[in-house]
């Protein structure tokens, strides 16, 4: 089956400084990746959509200055935290879904998530 | 906020039993999927049930699907110890082929031994 991968899988940094988390696709391309947040004991909130190639796509709420997304190849994406506060210490976890026969399959295949905390 | 409601928040069960989970959702939709977290992990896959489908089997899995309620149920039977976790529904509204998927508040399913 399809292999999302993330890393590192948990960070601790200090107030300030900026935090990049890679999310891969191993063993397929993925034009479009998505990346979630998760506080303990809630849902997922999706953050954004990355698009390889172009800009991404942010939902209402999130700042595109503080969570930078970046996603340069078919296979990897990246969201850099910058200037990451202990407000934002929380589950990352992105998702992807493969092109298959020319169709983008229905079902999202998750990484392991990236656990941030700042102290 | 267009995020789905999931009851209960939590449930206890005997191994053996059923477990049936609630999803509503606000949108209409092209697909409803179920997945499972176990604590502090990323997101399995369970099913997915299109739009013009009503019920679906996967093993010990049942979905149903009612869009003119908005609303979708999991049933896991004869359940074990291993099924503990967190199981949310997600809906597909996109269109084109984006497949942005909007999650449910959760139901976190404890199965005694």
């Known amino acids: 089956g399809a292999v999302v991968s993330q890393h590192p899988s948990r960070v601790i940094c200090k107030s300030g400084t900026s935090v990049k988390i890679e999310c891969r696709s191993l063993d397929f391309q993925a034009t479009t990746m998505f990346w979630y947040r998760q506080f303990p004991k809630q849902s997922l909130m999706l953050m954004a959509t990355s698009n390889e190639g172009s800009k991404a796509t942010y939902e209402q709420g999130v700042e595109k200055d503080k969570f930078l997304i970046n996603h340069a190849s078919l296979t990897l994406s990246t969201l850099t935290v910058t200037s990451a506060h202990p407000e934002d210490s929380s589950f990352y976890i992105c998702?992807?879904?493969?092109?298959?026969?020319?169709?983008?399959?229905?079902?999202?295949?998750f990484g392991p998530g990236t656990r941030l905390l700042v102290l | 906020s267009q995020q789905g409601e999931e009851d209960p928040q939590a449930l206890s069960i005997q191994e053996g039993e059923n477990a049936t989970m609630n999803c509503s959702y606000k949108t209409s939709i092209n697909n409803l999927q179920w997945y499972r977290q176990n604590s502090g992990r990323g997101l399995v896959h369970l099913i997915l049930i299109r739009s013009n489908e009503r019920e679906k089997h996967s093993g010990r899995l049942r979905v149903t699907l009612d869009t003119s309620k908005k609303s979708s149920s999991l049933l896991i039977t004869a359940s074990r110890a291993a099924d503990t976790a967190s199981y949310f529904c997600a809906t597909d509204a996109g269109r084109g082929a984006t497949n942005k998927l909007i999650f449910g508040t959760g139901t976190l399913l404890a199965v005694q031994p």
């Open positions: 998702s992807a879904s493969p092109w298959v026969a020319g169709f983008q399959r229905e079902t999202q295949y």
